[in-house]
């Protein structure tokens, strides 16, 4: 393959979808985890100290 604008077109892949847990688009697919919440990887919700962490997105509840 050569570099430059032809390989431009084959970087268009998405690694972040939907989490199921806290709605954000932050599920990484090819490693099954949510960066955002941490589902996937941990039961508990991902919370630092340093972090005000509200849950925002499609699912609220």
């Known amino acids: 393959m050569t570099k430059g604008t032809p390989s431009a077109g084959k970087k268009k892949k998405q690694s972040h979808g939907i989490c199921r847990r806290c709605g954000r ?13 941490g589902f ?17 997105g499609k699912r609220k509840d």
């Open 40 to 56: 996937g990887r941990t039961k508990k919700l991902k919370n630092e100290n340093w972090k005000n962490k509200k849950v925002t």
């Open 25 to 37: 688009k932050a599920f990484n697919r090819s490693k099954g985890y949510c960066a955002a919440c």
